[in-house]
């Protein structure tokens, strides 16, 4: 729970000094109004693993950019989940994220993340960290730490995980 509100806290820390640095450059004569479509940005990725246990993972994300830098948006989750040493029944993982993305250079982020995930008949809430390295062409490699996850019946068994992805 305590994990919960830093991160929280860091969301609301953060949006409330990009909505002020916003609001600074609209005061000036040469800001030039952005269309919704240019504020809007897209991304999906995702991961495979297969062997004992196969899990292949889908997340699209699409977020609104405060600034040029900083990015806020919502997302989903959907996974095709198998582990052959527990059972041959495979199930679905699905679920949705609120995320914040804050780009240190073109190539360079950092993002946190929650996600609320049903999982085998259990709804589980996750708390993410990480960050990642984009390339020119707009796939990204990310790593992200899980810094809070239900003690039984967690989506992750480890407690991280990397993605692959496309910006657009």
């Known amino acids: 729970m305590k994990s919960k509100n830093i991160f929280l806290f860091c969301i609301l820390f ?4 990009s909505f002020n640095a916003q609001s600074a450059d609209s005061s000036s004569k040469t800001h030039q ?21 196969t ?17 806020a948006g ?6 095709y989940y198998q582990n052959n040493f527990y059972s041959n ?4 993982i699905y ?37 990642g390295y984009v390339s020119q062409t707009g796939v990204y490699l990310s790593a ?7 003690t039984t019946n967690s989506v992750y068994s480890r407690p991280y995980t990397i993605r692959l992805g496309y910006f657009f």
């Open 33 to 53: 109004r952005k269309s919704i479509k240019d504020k809007l940005s897209f991304n999906v990725g995702g991961n495979v693993l297969f062997g004992t246990v």
């Open 14 to 17: 953060c949006t409330v000094n």
């Open 55 to 71: 899990n292949i993972s889908i997340l699209p994300q699409i977020g609104y950019k405060i600034t040029d830098q900083w990015i």
């Open 95 to 131: 679920g949705g994220n609120l995320f914040t993305r804050y780009h240190f250079t073109s190539e360079l982020f950092a993002q946190t993340e929650y996600q609320m995930l049903q999982f085998n008949g259990y709804l589980g809430q996750y708390g993410l960290i990480g960050g």
């Open 74 to 79: 919502v997302g989903g989750n959907f996974q």
């Open 89 to 92: 029944a495979p199930f679905m």
């Open 144 to 150: 992200y730490y899980i810094f809070s996850r239900p």
